[in-house]
């Protein structure tokens, strides 16, 4: 089994930074894929950004290029997300995810799950 627990979530002002920090129990983290996910009220969960094992990141939400990246720690097992230049919009929900599976770009790809964590962004 893999835990996650993630925390940094909270209220900003439109314009500002949030750090959101995913630790995953176990020791096989560099061989998760990992992922961030949101969920803004009366909307579907949607896929954000998804990192390798190995490094690589693939954005998914356009809007999110330039202000948000996935970076990972792999002698922390934390995977983080860094959200700048945060908008209304970025309001929402935040998951973490990981997945054993070589397919990574699907909420139903991945097998573990953070609680999520609430980003609010005031305007």
């Known amino acids: 089994q893999v835990q996650l627990v993630e925390s940094g979530g909270g209220l900003v002002q439109a314009g500002g930074s949030l750090r959101l920090s995913c630790a995953a129990s176990g020791r096989t983290f560099r061989d998760l894929g990992m992922g961030w996910f949101r969920q803004a009220p009366g909307k579907e969960r949607e896929i954000v950004l998804t990192?390798?094992?190995?490094?690589?990141?693939?954005y998914y939400i356009d809007s999110v290029k330039g202000r948000f990246t996935i970076s990972r720690d792999n002698a922390k097992n934390t995977v983080y997300l860094q959200m700048n230049s945060l908008k209304p919009e970025d309001t929402a929900v935040y998951y973490c995810?990981?997945?054993?599976?070589?397919?990574?770009?699907?909420?139903?790809?991945?097998?573990?799950w953070g609680q999520g964590t609430q980003v609010t962004v005031s305007s």
């Open positions: 990192m390798t094992g190995s490094g690589r990141s693939t």
């Open positions: 995810a990981a997945t054993r599976q070589y397919y990574n770009s699907r909420a139903s790809n991945y097998d573990y």
